[in-house]
């Protein structure tokens, strides 16, 4: 690729916000990628990578530019939908969309990729192997329907600092918020932070229960109850009071008062954890999360009668 055009990753620009995992350029054409294992979009993305490829284009005529975002299979549906609704472009259904003129987005996945890799041209024995390695993490880490949490595995998730772990975690997030939504839960799109991954989700006609849910890396937050993560709850409703909050605490659902700092973003709140149990796949884990952030909602909705 450097024999005919340049490559660069996490490219840092001082026009717009965010930084693309990859840039290739060759004359008229500049690719941006980015790409999604579990992960959501941030708040410059993608209007700030549309904002930086229509700023190329300006003042080269003829100039064409794509944004590509690489997810896997399993998400491709999701994924979509998401991106184009921030980008404000049309939903299609061959994954290519313009967000203006000579400015392209289009989606593909982590398999298609290693195949339109392995058709590309003839590979030596050390290309071969390294695509075949490459292939296998896809198939083994990226792509399955279900993230199997083993022991080793459910320990890691309690401090997610491994690709393992991370891959599950980032999983089980994006299964949990699929659930709710077949359960008629209100939720936004996937959101991450430099030390948050999560969403927020609101019950049935009671939006004063509004909550978030998801992941924060708990060593960072020097947190209590270390042994409950890695799934968190966030009281951000107005129905969870202080009565609401004494009465959590009395049913043992013990409420984590975080005050605002930087390893929060810049917020801080009320959280609860969501004890996963004895849980050993995806499954069995979103199942579990799911009772537990019902038992929290049912305590907020009861209200005491006078003695």
């Given amino acids: ?21 990859l840039v290739l350029e060759r004359a008229g054409l500049t690719v941006m990628i980015e790409a999604k294992i579990g992960a959501g979009f941030t708040e ?5 990578y549309l904002e930086e490829l229509r700023r190329r284009c300006a003042d080269k005529p003829g100039h064409k530019t794509i944004l590509a ?8 549906h ?15 259904k061959s994954f290519r969309s313009n967000a203006s003129d000579r400015v392209t987005m289009m989606l593909t996945t982590w398999t298609e990729l290693v195949l339109a890799l392995d058709s590309s041209q003839p590979l030596g024995p050390n290309m071969k192997w390294l695509l075949e390695s490459f292939n296998h993490i896809v198939q083994t880490h990226i792509n399955p329907e279900i993230a199997h949490l083993d022991e080793e595995t459910m320990e890691a998730l309690r401090q997610p600092a491994t690709i393992k772990a991370a891959i599950a975690l980032t999983n089980l997030v994006g299964d949990l918020k699929g659930r709710l939504e077949s359960l008629q839960y209100a939720t936004t799109a996937l959101r991450a932070g430099a030390t948050w991954y999560g ?23 020097e947190l209590e109850r270390v042994e409950e993560c890695p799934l968190w ?20 659902k013990s409420v984590t008062e975080v005050s605002q700092h930087r390893h929060w973003d810049g917020w801080g709140g009320r959280i609860v954890a969501l004890p996963l149990g004895d849980a050993v796949s995806s499954d069995e884990a979103i199942k579990k999360a799911v009772e537990e952030l019902t038992g929290i909602l049912d305590v907020a909705k009861r209200r005491e009668t006078a003695t």
């Fill in 78 to 92: 999701a994924v979509w939908a998401e991106v184009c609704d921030l980008a404000g472009c049309e939903q299609t």
């Fill in 199 to 221: 969403f927020y989700a609101t019950p049935p006609n009671q939006p004063e229960l509004n909550f978030w849910v998801g992941y924060y890396h708990v060593a960072t937050y």
């Fill in 1 to 21: 690729m450097e024999a005919h055009g340049s490559v660069a990753t996490q490219v840092t620009n001082q026009h717009a916000p965010g930084r693309p995992d």
């Fill in 233 to 252: 709850m966030q009281l951000t409703g107005r129905g969870f009071d202080n009565d609401c909050v004494r009465r959590l605490n009395a049913k043992g």
């Fill in 44 to 48: 410059n993305q993608p209007g700030g």
């Fill in 69 to 76: 975002i690489l997810v896997p299979e399993r998400r491709r």
